[in-house]
């Protein structure tokens, strides 16, 4: 009897350290989403190139700067052209004191007329912080209409709930 315990007991301890090693997986990031909207043998010289920022809270503050709230934050990459595709060649995701956290592909994807892509900042993941933000490098065709970015961001607690969104600015 006292074996199986010292086994039960072993076993318990090395799944524990097992499981405080692993990473959370952070879903959006995941490369097969990615992989079936990349463009092969990419050339951009007849396109219009631009960027757009966008502001992301991954954490708010709650009644004061000493109590935050997590959020889910799904970011919108949106074609609002009927007829041409546009390209998003970068999506970098920023944390609060500026550093790069991730870039979300390594390959120009696409985005068809009309289509939207989504990103998940899922709520666990507190990288960002309270001032988070992305920045979009994206390609268009001459005298196209510019892509669109926005992200909803919410939290539900019981019966209580925050939602709010926030827009891309186009940088130049």
């Not at 997986?25 to 989403?33: L, M, V």
């Not at 074609?79 to 041409?84: A, F, T, Y």
């Given at each position: 009897?006292?074996?199986?315990?010292?086994?039960?007991?072993?076993?318990?301890?090395?799944?524990?350290?097992?499981?405080?090693?692993?990473?959370?997986?952070?879903?959006?990031?995941?490369?097969?989403?990615?992989?079936?909207?990349?463009?092969?043998?990419?050339?951009?010289?007849?396109?219009?190139?631009?960027?757009?920022?966008?502001?992301?809270?991954?954490?708010?503050?709650?009644?004061?700067?000493?109590?935050?709230?997590?959020?889910?934050?799904?970011?919108?990459?949106?074609?609002?052209?009927?007829?041409?595709?546009?390209?998003?060649?970068?999506?970098?995701?920023?944390?609060?004191?500026?550093?790069?956290?991730?870039?979300?592909?390594?390959?120009?994807?696409?985005?068809?007329?009309?289509?939207?892509?989504?990103?998940?900042?899922?709520?666990?993941?507190?990288?960002?912080?309270?001032?988070?933000?992305?920045?979009?490098?994206?390609?268009?065709?001459?005298?196209?209409t510019e892509p669109f970015f926005e992200s909803v961001m919410l939290s539900t607690s019981g019966q209580q709930g925050i939602s709010f969104t926030t827009q891309g600015k186009t940088v130049h």
């Amino acid at each position: 009897m006292k074996n199986i315990i010292k086994v039960l007991t072993f076993v318990t301890i090395l799944l524990f350290i097992d499981s405080c090693d692993k990473e959370k997986e952070i879903s959006s990031i995941n490369e097969t989403n990615w992989k079936k909207r990349t463009v092969n043998n990419f050339n951009s010289d007849s396109l219009v190139h631009g960027q757009t920022y966008l502001s992301i809270y991954s954490q708010i503050y709650s009644e004061t700067e000493h109590r935050i709230l997590n959020l889910t934050a799904t970011v919108s990459l949106r074609n609002i052209n009927v007829k041409d595709t546009i390209f998003i060649d970068k999506a970098t995701y920023y944390n609060t004191h500026g550093e790069a956290i991730r870039t979300y592909f390594d390959k120009t994807i696409f985005i068809a007329p009309m289509e939207t892509v989504e990103i998940v900042i899922d709520e666990s993941d507190k990288e960002g912080g309270t001032g988070a933000n992305f920045l979009f490098n994206w390609s268009i065709k001459p005298n196209s209409t510019e892509p669109f970015f926005e992200s909803v961001m919410l939290s539900t607690s019981g019966q209580q709930g925050i939602s709010f969104t926030t827009q891309g600015k186009t940088v130049h």
